[in-house]
């Protein structure tokens, strides 16, 4: 069983800079990919970031140049700075954290979400 917790989130004004964390904890071998997801009322799960094991990495057209994904393997956490921060990235935002069992497959685990209020 493994267990994503965010922190992190609150209420800034725009302009302001926030800093997620994300840390992973249980029955964990290694973890693959590891990314950031966030949800505003009425609207689907979207990708804001993401960043494999390997450090490839992957941003929303919307995040990037303001975002920053990062991750520390050996203690299974991953971070999201978020600097320039606008009105439109006020939503829940979920860590996303994909594992591999001992049979190969991926499963996939999702913290209950940290809330980031952006005001003008």
């Known amino acids: 069983q493994v267990q994503l917790v965010e922190s992190g989130g609150g209420l800034v004004q725009a302009g302001g800079s926030l800093r997620l964390s994300c840390a992973a904890s249980?029955?964990?071998?290694?973890?693959?990919?590891m990314g950031w997801y966030r949800q505003v009322p009425g609207k689907q799960r979207e990708l804001v970031a993401a960043?494999?094991?390997?450090?490839?990495?992957n941003y929303a057209d919307s995040v990037k140049g303001r975002f920053t994904i990062s991750r520390d393997n050996a203690k299974n956490t991953v971070y999201l700075q978020m600097n320039s921060l606008k009105p439109e990235d006020t939503a829940v935002y979920f860590c996303?954290?994909?594992?591999?069992?001992?049979?190969?497959?991926?499963?996939?685990?999702w913290g209950k979400g940290t809330l980031v209020t952006v005001s003008s």
């Open positions: 996303d954290a994909g594992v591999p069992t001992r049979v190969g497959v991926l499963m996939d685990y």
């Open positions: 960043i494999t094991s390997g450090g490839s990495i």
């Open positions: 249980g029955s964990i071998f290694s973890i693959n990919a």
